[in-house]
């Protein structure tokens, strides 16, 4: 696999920004790119204030607005990552309204990332194009790799926000529960046990690694745990509803904590250590 071209752009600001670089190991390098592929290039995005966060008075990329501020903006991330066999665009708005529009060229990925966008009450825009006459693998991870990223762009600087989310799905015989921590610390913990190799053409094998790469792009610490389910399509949609449901509940913001970020606070001797997630 040859070194991809990944860039993206920062919703924080409305002009096109160098992001911060992905880590080494990912082996991804930062660019430019147009807001949206409607819109021509050099015009800057005109991001609008959620009424959820106008309520929690809460302003653009998770920071509190201050008192009469109404030019606070939704939190989006955008990125497009390209390689020799992936051609990948990402957009999320992290407080949308459930809208997906996602062609992946992996009809079965395309029914998942509905139900992120639907049960998580995320706006989801991914539009790829890759080696799938080969297989999926390659267009399931960068997909997901760029889902990663475009989720840590929009969470910004992360006050106010529960950070947490837990949340059990059943779906008929079908129980999944996932338990979340949008710590800055990569892990992943995956029980399922998805008893075919496919559904539809989807090789089951890569919900796993799907899951695994926006782990290691977004920063996120995630549990996975199947409690029941023998139908694979229903464990793994079931998979999908719950990480939505938490991940919603974790990006959500918390007016009890007054716009700070959700870390300890240790205290040695009347002197404050360090702040960490």
Same mark, same amino acid.
């Given at each position: #696999?040859?070194?991809?071209?990944?860039?993206?752009?920062?919703?924080?600001?409305?002009?096109?920004?160098?992001?911060?670089?992905?880590?080494?190991?990912?082996?991804?390098?930062?660019?430019?790119?147009?807001?949206?592929?409607?819109?021509?290039?050099?015009?800057?995005?005109?991001?609008?204030?959620?009424?959820? #966060?106008?309520?929690?008075?809460?302003?653009?990329?998770?920071?509190?607005?201050?008192?009469?501020?109404?030019?606070?903006?939704?939190?989006?991330?955008?990125?497009?990552?390209?390689?020799?066999?992936?051609?990948?665009?990402?957009?999320?708005?992290?407080?949308?309204?459930?809208?997906?529009?996602?062609?992946?060229?992996?009809?079965?990925?395309?029914? #998942?990332?509905?139900?992120?966008a639907s049960h998580g009450l995320f706006d989801v825009y991914v539009k790829a194009t890759g080696d799938t006459h080969i297989d999926d693998h390659h267009s399931?991870?960068?997909?997901?790799?760029?889902?990663?990223?475009?989720?840590?762009?929009?969470?910004?600087?992360?006050?106010?926000?529960?950070?947490?989310?837990?949340?059990?799905?059943?779906?008929?015989?079908?129980?999944?529960?996932?338990?979340?921590?949008?710590?800055?610390?990569?892990?992943?913990?995956?029980?399922?046990?998805?008893?075919?190799?496919?559904?539809?053409?989807?090789?089951?094998?890569?919900?796993?690694?799907?899951?695994?790469?926006?782990v290691n792009t977004s920063g996120m610490t995630l549990h996975i745990r199947q409690l029941a389910g023998k139908n694979s399509h229903h464990i793994i949609e079931?998979?999908?509803?719950?990480?939505?449901?938490?991940?919603?509940?974790?990006?959500?913001?918390?007016?009890?904590?007054?716009?700070?970020?959700?870390?300890?606070?240790?205290?040695?001797?009347?002197?404050?250590?360090?702040?960490?997630?």
């Amino acid at each position: #696999m040859t070194t991809p071209r990944f860039v993206s752009t920062s919703p924080a600001r409305l002009s096109y920004t160098q992001t911060d670089p992905v880590p080494k190991s990912l082996g991804r390098d930062c660019g430019r790119v147009p807001a949206f592929p409607a819109r021509p290039r050099g015009l800057s995005l005109r991001l609008r204030s959620s009424p959820v #966060m106008a309520a929690a008075g809460v302003g653009g990329n998770g920071s509190p607005s201050a008192p009469g501020d109404s030019t606070g903006s939704s939190r989006i991330g955008e990125v497009k990552r390209v390689t020799k066999e992936t051609n990948v665009h990402v957009k999320i708005n992290l407080d949308g309204t459930g809208v997906a529009d996602c062609s992946t060229g992996i009809p079965f990925l395309d029914h #998942m990332l509905d139900q992120l966008a639907s049960h998580g009450l995320f706006d989801v825009y991914v539009k790829a194009t890759g080696d799938t006459h080969i297989d999926d693998h390659h267009s399931n991870e960068d997909i997901a790799l760029a889902i990663g990223t475009a989720l840590l762009q929009s969470l910004g600087d992360r006050k106010g926000i529960n950070r947490f989310g837990h949340f059990t799905a059943p779906l008929d015989e079908a129980a999944v529960e996932v338990i979340l921590d949008l710590s800055g610390r990569p892990h992943l913990s995956c029980g399922l046990d998805i008893p075919t190799q496919r559904v539809g053409t989807y090789d089951t094998q890569l919900v796993e690694h799907f899951f695994q790469s926006l782990v290691n792009t977004s920063g996120m610490t995630l549990h996975i745990r199947q409690l029941a389910g023998k139908n694979s399509h229903h464990i793994i949609e079931a998979c999908f509803k719950a990480f939505a449901r938490a991940l919603r509940q974790a990006t959500e913001y918390d007016l009890r904590r007054h716009g700070t970020v959700p870390r300890a606070t240790r205290l040695s001797e009347g002197v404050d250590n360090k702040l960490r997630l």
